[in-house]
T-cell receptor
Framework: AQSVTQLGSHVSVSEGALVLLRCNYS??????LFWYVQYPNQGLQLLLK??????LVKGINGFEAEFKKSETSFHLTKPSAHMSDAAEYFC?????????????FGKGTKLSVKP | KAGVTQTPRYLIKTRGQQVTLSCSPI?????VSWYQQTPGQGLQFLFE???????NKGNFPGRFSGRQFSNSRSEMNVSTLELGDSALYLC?????????FGPGTRLTVL
């Protein structure tokens, strides 16, 4: 079955440190890949989307992700964490190239940023 | 442009009742998807509508249903509520392959 796995339900970094959130998918066909962020009591906000145009995708708020087909990974990174980055992050995939409206989400990773 | 709006934001029901949630997509967006978010199961896809037709459906029982109107607004209905239906229900509207989420409706079943 097609699925997406996020390694680490909680990640803690210091302010100014590198943020690395891991995401792996299982499929023989490269899917469309997304990263979303959710702040407490809010909906999800799209950070970035991979559509096969480029393996390195830049998103909002200084985040970027690299698609590695050989590793079936799409890890999210940010060079320097800010306190405002504390939130829950979700990796999502869809294999439906037609609609792209039915996403499969990972379990999420809560990011804490220490001062 | 206004974002995706969902009403009501909070809802409390008792077991056995039914509930209807509403979602207004971003103007011009014709695709609306619904998701259920719970601490145990995470985010799960319920269904997707496009131009008043259900285009995809997730793995939920028939108690969960939805519809979309000609103005792209969508409703989802849950009949015979169970305690396990307590969740945050998120609606998203899509354009050019990007989904934009609303703030959600928090449903509590007592």
């Amino acid at each position: 079955a097609q699925s997406v796995t996020q390694l680490g339900s909680h990640v803690s970094v210091s302010e100014g440190a590198l943020v690395l959130l891991r995401c792996n998918y299982s499929s023989s066909v490269p899917p469309y890949l997304f990263w979303y962020v959710q702040y407490p009591n809010q909906g999800l906000q799209l950070l970035l989307k991979y559509t096969s145009a480029a393996t390195l995708v830049k998103g909002i708020n200084g985040f970027e992700a690299e698609f590695k087909k050989s590793e079936t990974s799409f890890h999210l990174t940010k060079p320097s964490a800010h306190m405002s980055d504390a939130a829950e992050y979700f990796c999502a995939v869809t294999f439906d190239r037609g609609s792209q409206g039915n996403l499969i989400f990972g379990k999420g990773t809560k990011l804490s940023v220490k001062p | 442009k206004a974002g995706v709006t969902q009403t009501p934001r909070y809802l409390i029901k008792t077991r056995g009742q039914q509930v209807t949630l509403s979602c207004s997509p971003i103007s011009g967006h014709r695709s609306v998807s619904w998701y259920q978010q719970t601490p145990g199961q995470g985010l799960q896809f319920l269904f997707e509508y496009f131009s008043e037709t259900q285009r995809n459906k997730g793995n939920f029982p028939g108690r969960f249903s939805g519809r979309q109107f000609s103005n792209s607004r969508s409703e989802m209905n849950v009949s015979t509520l169970e305690l396990g239906d307590s969740a945050l229900y998120l609606c998203a509207s899509s354009f050019l392959g990007k989904q934009f989420f609303g703030p959600g409706t928090r449903l509590t079943v007592l």
